[in-house]
């Protein structure tokens, strides 16, 4: 209780600091600059004209899109040769233009204002490709307590909280944690991601675990191997589906 009211009160005053700002300082779209992109937003309708959202043909499993036609079932290579644990993954759009900059300000600026754009995209890709699925809860891809405590916060934890908000689904953080530090995954193969995250998370069992659909989230999906990670461990810990959503495909 105390942990969760400390996240609202955050929220909360992120809130009420944004449109105490936006009296002295109007806001500027985070794609082109443009000043008072539109009420209540920080991407305007141009910039949101060129986000290039996923659209079939993708992975059945992953969701990497791929060019040109398919007229089946579809199964990359990664996910062909590897053990899934997830039950699938979306992006919302690619990551470059508009998205990935303000991906970028999000996680290496603390624009934590941007996070309510994106958890925006984020709501309609699980609407969009999750249509029937029914979730217990929105848990978010953790860091190491290490890492957090640098940056000050996690950037996907926001992105979970505000789409869980739109879901009206809880979202707890005290039942996936990052167990094992480890470098960036940003400059590895898809080969070296799986081997710098394998046994990096844990869950702290609860009862309530037992059975339960979670919906992981994350800022960026690549190869998909933490997320991949993130679902072992959520199964391991009692879960009986995790569904992946991620703003970003790279």
């Known amino acids: ?20 700002l936006d009296l002295f300082f ?11 992109p539109a009420a209540g937003r920080f ?32 199964r990359c290579a990664l996910c062909a040769h590897r053990r899934v644990y997830f039950d699938g993954a979306r992006s919302a759009a690619r990551y470059e233009g508009p998205v990935g900059q303000m991906i970028r300000d999000l996680k290496y600026h603390g624009h934590l204002w941007l996070a309510d754009d994106l958890a925006d995209l984020l709501a309609a890709s699980v609407h969009t490709h999750y249509d029937g699925v ?23 934890a926001w992105l979970a909280a505000a789409l869980a908000r739109r879901l009206r689904l809880p979202s ?26 394998r046994g990096a998370f844990r869950t702290r069992w609860h009862r309530w675990m037992d059975g339960r659909r979670f ?26 589906s995790v569904y992946v959503a991620t703003v970003a495909r790279g």
């Open 172 to 197: 707890p953080r005290r039942y996936l944690r990052r167990a094992r530090a480890g470098p960036s995954q940003t400059h590895l193969t898809a080969e070296a991601r799986a081997d710098n995250v």
């Open 215 to 240: 919906l992981l989230v994350d800022d960026v999906m690549t190869t998909g191997a933490t997320v991949n990670e993130c679902a072992r461990a959520l199964k391991a810990g009692g879960a009986a």
């Open 1 to 20: 209780m105390i942990g969760g009211g400390r996240r609202r009160w955050r929220a909360t005053v992120a809130r009420g600091t944004g449109t105490l």
């Open 134 to 156: 029914v979730f217990d809860a929105v848990v978010a891809v953790p860091l190491h307590w290490v890492k957090e405590r640098a940056r000050g916060f996690n950037q996907s």
């Open 43 to 74: 991407l305007c309708w141009d910039c949101l004209a060129r986000v290039e959202f996923i659209q079939p043909p993708f992975c059945e499993l992953c969701g990497d899109p791929v060019a040109g036609r398919i007229g089946h079932a579809y």
């Open 26 to 36: 109007p806001r500027a779209c985070a794609g082109c600059g443009r000043p008072d």
